[in-house]
């Protein structure tokens, strides 16, 4: 996993946006193609709005600076579709680091809400968009069970974005027993998707029970990102 006395810089992506990079790891948080145009793409256009629930749980594993879970917020606003949504996060970027990423322009108070909510309790943002986030490692999480929201049964996931530095880069994020336990987590129905699209991860994918795509990537990055769906 990594840590937290890792450095993290801030460089430009192709599309105008910026992501941070880990020096020690060799790793982006996003593509330098373009980080909001891979973040829209991959988990908004091929995750929520593929998605059939009518007020969709999402689980994403890897919070980091934040990106994926506003754009969510952005597209729950437009379509008025209530999302619930938990960020798991092992080691939370500081509100300083990722305000000078500067992802949002008059929203920024709210943006800034996002990240300076308390840990571990559900917060209502906006009336389409609550979110939970909790620091834990995922893998110890998902054998535990996720913890319930507040007035929940048994927690279930409608979507998942997967989210987790490159598997060269961080191998125990990518293992079969954790694609496991998250196939047990989803509705019937509900999808995974990721920006990695290996062989040996669509294999451990569909090793799970999932039945899977392959899906052009984001214009001007990767040519094919999977998304994998539990009958």
């Known amino acids: 996993m990594r840590k937290k006395e890792f450095s993290r810089l801030i460089e430009k992506t192709d599309d105008g946006s910026a992501t941070l990079f880990v020096p020690e790891l060799d790793e982006h948080y996003h593509s330098t193609k373009g980080a909001r145009t891979e973040s829209q793409h991959i988990f908004v256009d091929m995750g929520l709005k593929a998605c059939t629930a009518l007020s969709p749980q999402i689980l994403e594993v890897g919070f980091g600076t ?128 990721t920006y990695c699209a290996k062989g040996a991860v669509r294999r451990m994918l569909q090793t799970a029970g999932f039945v899977v795509e392959r899906l052009a990537g984001p214009p001007g990055g990767k040519r094919e990102i999977l998304r994998g769906r539990k009958p």
């Open 66 to 193: 934040g990106l994926n879970a506003w754009l969510t917020l952005e597209e729950a606003e437009r379509s008025q579709r209530k999302v619930r949504y938990t960020g798991v996060e092992l080691y939370p970027l500081a509100w300083k680091a990722v305000e000078q990423l500067h992802y949002v322009g008059g929203n920024c108070q709210l943006f800034k809400r996002m990240h300076t909510s308390p840990w571990e309790k559900e917060v209502e943002l906006t009336p389409h968009f609550t979110l939970r986030k909790i620091q834990a490692d995922i893998n110890r999480l998902v054998k535990q069970g996720i913890p319930l929201s507040e007035g929940d049964g048994m927690w279930k996931a409608d979507l998942i974005y997967f989210d987790a530095f490159a598997p060269e880069k961080q191998p125990e994020m990518w293992s079969q027993e954790l694609f496991h336990g998250l196939y047990v987590l989803l509705n019937d129905g509900g999808i995974l998707t």
